[in-house]
């Protein structure tokens, strides 16, 4: 499959994660993390994207969002990243790129997988530390999702209601909670597994969608369209039309201009139009000259009288002054 074009899809989602070099962390302390929450939660009321999952790692940065029509991920994300990288720069007087490579996103069918996915992302924080308690992790969204106690700027902007709407029972907190603590070890693997393994994940449907629009953008000749994907579908099916339609025209025309050559009448009629055409052009043409140069005139006569009677003006203020030197 060719690679992943960057593209908007209606019902889909991106599961984003971005690392700085191996040699750094990505947040050296919780000011840090601050920060860079900061610029995610700026370019989502700018970008009007929503944002179902969160985790900060002192490594990484891991995200799932699902972009608005308008704008695409690869601009959430350059603006995030670049706005965090000077603040880094500049924080610890570095110089140069901060992250390792280009943010990494796997594109996800919304319809069955959203409310696995943030589980999977809620889980991020037991990949290094297994015995971690997730709810004493500060730096997620879990804790909106469960309605303890936490940082009131991450819950105000995590739209985790819509997942929870996903569950079926009452009280949709603690089944939430029990969902993402004590799931089988077996369909954590196994999704885990296809996570790491796949660029799409999805239906059978929803894969073969994504294949078709890359397809269709390495075709014309673009690796990463940044538009809608369903727009960028239905230009190019617009523009196959558009095709078949000017090669019928182009056969038609090509047996009416024989036609045209034994007509002498309809060509002599055609030129005439033409001339006559290209003959009222001049005459506007010609009139439009007139008139400017009219104004000019109007102008200049405008321009002169103003400047005589500034000139009267000056001589009667100079003699003005004369009469009364020769009186002193």
């Given at each position: 499959?060719?690679?992943?074009p960057?593209v908007n899809l209606?019902?889909?989602?991106?599961?984003?994660?971005?690392?700085a070099?191996?040699?750094l962390?990505?947040?050296?302390?919780d000011s840090?993390?601050?920060?860079?929450l900061?610029?995610?939660?700026?370019?989502?009321?700018?970008?009007?994207f929503?944002?179902y999952?969160?985790?900060?790692?002192?490594?990484?940065s891991?995200l799932?969002?699902?972009?608005?029509?308008?704008?695409?991920?690869?601009?959430?994300?350059?603006?995030?990243?670049?706005n965090?990288t000077?603040?880094?720069?500049?924080?610890?007087?570095k110089?140069?790129h901060l992250?390792e490579?280009?943010f990494?996103?796997v594109l996800?069918?919304?319809?069955?997988?959203?409310?696995?996915?943030?589980?999977f992302?809620?889980r991020?924080?037991l990949?290094?530390?297994?015995?971690?308690?997730?709810k004493s992790?500060?730096?997620?969204s879990y804790?909106?999702?469960?309605k303890?106690?936490s940082?009131?700027?991450?819950?105000g902007?995590?739209?985790y209601?819509?997942?929870?709407?996903l569950l079926?029972?009452e009280n949709k907190?603690?089944?939430?909670?029990e969902?993402?603590e004590?799931?089988s070890?077996?369909?954590l693997d196994a999704f885990?597994?296809k996570m790491?393994?796949?660029?799409?994940?999805?239906?059978?449907?929803?894969?073969e969608r994504?294949k078709?629009?890359?397809k269709a953008?390495?075709?014309?000749g673009?690796e990463?369209?940044?538009?809608?994907?369903e727009?960028f579908?239905e230009?190019?099916?617009r523009?196959?039309?558009v095709?078949?339609l000017?090669?019928?025209i182009?056969?038609f025309?090509?047996a009416?201009?024989?036609?045209l050559?034994?007509?002498a009448?309809?060509?002599?009629?055609?030129?005439?139009?033409?001339?006559?055409k290209?003959e009222?052009?001049?005459?506007d043409l010609?009139?439009t000259?007139?008139?400017?140069s009219?104004?000019?005139e109007?102008?200049?006569?405008?321009?002169m009288?103003?400047?005589?009677?500034?000139?009267?003006?000056?001589q009667?203020?100079?003699q003005?002054?004369?009469?009364e030197?020769?009186k002193?």
């Amino acid at each position: 499959m060719p690679r992943l074009p960057r593209v908007n899809l209606e019902g889909a989602l991106y599961y984003i994660t971005t690392k700085a070099d191996y040699k750094l962390n990505l947040f050296r302390d919780d000011s840090d993390k601050s920060r860079y929450l900061f610029f995610i939660f700026e370019y989502k009321n700018l970008y009007n994207f929503k944002l179902y999952s969160l985790v900060l790692t002192s490594k990484e940065s891991h995200l799932l969002i699902e972009p608005s029509q308008q704008f695409t991920v690869s601009q959430i994300m350059h603006g995030v990243n670049a706005n965090y990288t000077k603040y880094y720069n500049k924080k610890y007087e570095k110089k140069g790129h901060l992250f390792e490579e280009r943010f990494k996103a796997v594109l996800i069918e919304r319809q069955g997988y959203l409310l696995e996915m943030t589980r999977f992302v809620h889980r991020i924080v037991l990949k290094d530390n297994p015995t971690a308690q997730l709810k004493s992790f500060r730096w997620s969204s879990y804790l909106s999702y469960i309605k303890t106690e936490s940082d009131k700027n991450i819950c105000g902007n995590i739209n985790y209601e819509e997942v929870l709407n996903l569950l079926p029972l009452e009280n949709k907190t603690a089944a939430y909670e029990e969902y993402v603590e004590k799931a089988s070890q077996e369909e954590l693997d196994a999704f885990e597994n296809k996570m790491y393994r796949a660029s799409v994940v999805g239906s059978e449907k929803f894969v073969e969608r994504i294949k078709e629009i890359a397809k269709a953008s390495a075709e014309a000749g673009q690796e990463q369209p940044e538009l809608n994907a369903e727009l960028f579908l239905e230009k190019r099916k617009r523009n196959r039309a558009v095709y078949i339609l000017v090669a019928t025209i182009l056969v038609f025309l090509g047996a009416g201009s024989f036609l045209l050559k034994g007509n002498a009448n309809l060509k002599r009629e055609i030129k005439e139009a033409a001339l006559e055409k290209d003959e009222m052009s001049v005459k506007d043409l010609i009139a439009t000259k007139q008139e400017v140069s009219r104004d000019l005139e109007e102008k200049y006569r405008a321009d002169m009288v103003s400047y005589k009677a500034a000139a009267l003006r000056l001589q009667e203020i100079e003699q003005k002054n004369r009469q009364e030197k020769e009186k002193l």
